[in-house]
């Protein structure tokens, strides 16, 4: 007998390679075996009689085995085996290839279930490769909609289908995972239904109802975590730090622009925070160029000049860098200091300084901004008055982590987490529940918009002429490359071939080439030298962060374009036009397929990303989204069709901490919101 705890290797019909396979999937005992739903259907509800059968209509039907017989074709290199079946209505071919053994597990006058797309052969209807079944009251494989599972290789289908068939039974067992009066409210099916209609419905509405119960449980869970994290971070104590506006007002009088209304009002909304004790836990999302940067900055040097340390955290050692040199830029001959803490050496106001030297004046508590990669937190720096947290690009920071950095008295760090990831609105509760958003939707005064173009093939030459010309008028060329070949996973191959071509092309230009297998330190060293202009071209892959800021490029042409999202295409296109330069971005697409190319036009006629992200959500979903897997939820069953559950399901978890903010009375789910503490890559 079956229970839900019987691990799979008691379970006496399967095989080690079936164990195996199983075990690889994650799927250990039963109950595993039951929460592995299907991610689609095969329609074959439809069951006819042989007469109503029409080609290319996927259908069922219940027959009798006329003769079956198997024989070798094709010069005797692949075994068929052939049948004739009939009901009251006709009879038809059937034929099954590399299935030898059914003409020998087969026999006629036995009662069978087929499933299958009937097709023409010869003139005559046959069904190819049908899936069978012996006749019976509740057909699994035929005659309904038919699970279809994500497997690995040492199992069929059909073998798990049984599987779960038979353990089926036992799914009232199941521990319910939501609460009673949730599923009341929500007019949601319990989890014993809903496992039930995912494996074998009766029909579309019950594939439906399981599959938005398991996305409300999902997006609930999210909120739960998301609420209670946001709850935790507002009973703990941060550093007051008082607004003054003496230093502000001429540090920002002392910048060679002037501030958008909209990085005056995030700024202002940063330094309020601030100034409360308890910790301010801000998302400033800005599309790339409209000077998060700065506005980070002035955050930091309110810290760091009322004595505090600050650490910025940048996702690469190149962006690392560069904040670097930009923090030096604007706040040289501060009271302070600005060090970078890189891989290879660490720097403080301009000079190079033992790491350990370096470390021993943090923990002794100097004040200042201090600047490195995620790894900066991880590497046993201990801060004696970190204030301020600034994470560039990365939305995740868990409550773990921020409880790592508690240091004077158990106060915790203010955080601001900077993004150019540009989250649909309807979407933003699913990935920053537990943040207040700031946002800067203008760009700097004087950008001009960058005109962006889809160049035919034919009109390659012309684009090369064109680049040609904007590196006489002193202008710089950023080119990226897609990932080509299954095999060239870093996109290296297709890379060093783009550069190889334009080489040719340009003799006397120096092209660099920057790709995500290079050391850190010849990554830095790249970039500098496209900084200074010492290289005029440089050829990048998509996988390597291209979020620098070179402002004297000017055009960003993107290979293979069609293989991108457009919020990505979004992000490159970001590279250029940083400057007071009219910029220009071209795409390129081997692909003439009428719907890429109107998508690729649409990105062509909008500078907005977040009508873009909007864009690709809706024509190719959640997986598009430039960064929405960064932003540490993997969702397996919300999707953009649910967005309406988003709101429920943050009222109930609302409410559930209202009453029960450790969920003592929910013990399961204070499990599941366990091991799922918010990621920090
Ligand atoms: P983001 O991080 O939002 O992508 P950055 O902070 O890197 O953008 O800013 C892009 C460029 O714009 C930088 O060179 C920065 O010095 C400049 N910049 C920032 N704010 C302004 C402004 N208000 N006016 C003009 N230039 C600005
Ligand atoms: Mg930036």
Redesign the pocket.
Known sequence: MLSLNTPIESISKLQKPQIAALKKLGLLNVQDLLLHFPYRYLDFSQVKQIKDLKPDEPASIKVTIKSISSRFSFRGRMSLAEAVVSDDTGSIKIIWFNQPYLAKSLSPGEEIFLAGTPEYYNFKLQLTNPIYEKASDFPIHTSRLVPIYHLKDGIYPKTFRNLVAEALPLVDELAETLPKDILENQKLPNLSDTVRYSHFPNGQIQVETARKRLAFEEIFINQLLAQKHKIEIAKRKSFAIKFDDNLIKTFIASLP????AE?KKSTWQILQDLEKSTPMNRLLE?????????VALIAALQCAADGYQVALLAPTEILAHQHFE?ARKYLFGSKFKVGLLSNNYSVVDGEEIKKTTLSKLIAEGMPGIYIGTHALLQKNIKFKKLALVIIDEQHRFGVEQRSNLMNLKGKVPHLLS?S?TPIPRTLQLAYYGELDISQ?KEK???RKPITTKLVENQNRPKAYKFIGDQVKLGRQIFVVTPLIEESDKTGLKSAKKEQENLQKLFPELKIGLLHGKMKGADKEAIMAEFLANRVQILVATSVVEVGV?V?NASVMVIEGAERFGLAQLHQFR?RVG??EHQSFCFLFSDNQNPETTARLQAFTKTGDGFALAELDLKQRGFGELYGASQSGWNFKYFNPSYIALIQPARQEAIKILQIDFNLNNYPILKEKIKDKVIHFE
């Open positions: 622009f002037v501030l958008t990085q800005g599309d790339v160029g409209s000077g998060k940067t700065l930009t900077l150019a800067i700097p005064l004087g800021d402002p970001g940083r400057a």
